[in-house]
């Protein structure tokens, strides 16, 4: 599929943290799929790594933070820096370590050319053989708790790989959240005003990575905003 001359509209933020070993392979995969340099932001979020200087060394856009601020707040920023540029309508947002595939990106974008979901999801939750037994048991807790409280049905409301419309992020500027309970915030706030929420399936890939979540931390993150969502 070539989308390429359509995809000039397209931003794609990678949030980072001491990934320079894998966030070269990302960025030229994402170069791969048509998606021009200058729309390729990539937010290095206090990494004590070449993160930035790898990633600025292939020509993208990086935002580099002083300290590690957490993934809410590195998406934050790639959102304030593509809603700069007028000529953008949607970002997509892909994990820096190589879990998400960039071969997926014409699908994200064909779809969202033909429905205008203002969120797509990309889901794992086809395939779920390679997933840790703990990110199972997590994703399908914190994806249903989510779909309740949207009143539709979300299967990986974890994933960090989606396009979301700019329009909807212009709305939702004043986002609370600054670590991964952000990326709930965001469904629950879309969900709840009758944004169009839909999902595509992707592959599920884990390698040697350390995961950052801290189940402990961030379990309670999700509980305190699941309960502040009901003041909003």
Request: hydrophobic residues 40%.
């Amino acid at each position: 599929m070539n989308l390429s001359a359509d995809r000039n509209d397209i931003a794609v933020i990678i949030p980072a943290f001491n990934e320079e070993k894998r966030i070269g392979e990302v960025i030229e995969g994402i170069r791969a799929q048509g998606c021009t340099l200058r729309n390729i932001i990539v937010v290095d979020d206090g990494s004590e790594d070449s993160t930035a200087e790898t990633a600025a060394s292939h020509g993208v856009t990086v935002i580099e933070h002083g300290r590690n601020r957490g993934k809410g707040a590195a998406l934050n920023a790639g959102f304030r820096k593509a809603s700069e540029n007028p000529d953008l309508a949607a970002v997509i947002t892909l994990d820096a370590d190589g879990q998400h595939n960039p071969v997926f990106i014409p699908e994200f974008i064909r779809v969202f050319r033909e429905t205008g979901a203002e969120i797509i999801i990309g889901s794992r939750m086809h395939d779920i053989n390679n997933m840790p037994l703990i990110r199972k048991l997590t994703n399908k807790t914190t994806s249903a708790v989510i779909s309740a409280r949207v009143g539709s049905r979300i299967t990986d409301s974890q994933s960090g790989y989606r396009l979301i419309s700019l329009e909807l992020l212009k709305r939702f500027a004043g986002m609370e959240s600054s670590h991964y309970d952000a990326e709930s915030e965001i469904l629950i706030r879309a969900g709840r005003s009758g944004s169009s929420i839909i999902e595509i399936p992707i592959d599920t890939i884990y390698r040697d990575e350390k995961s950052s979540i801290n189940p402990f931390i961030d379990t309670l993150r999700f509980i305190l905003l699941v309960v502040r969502s009901y003041f909003w």
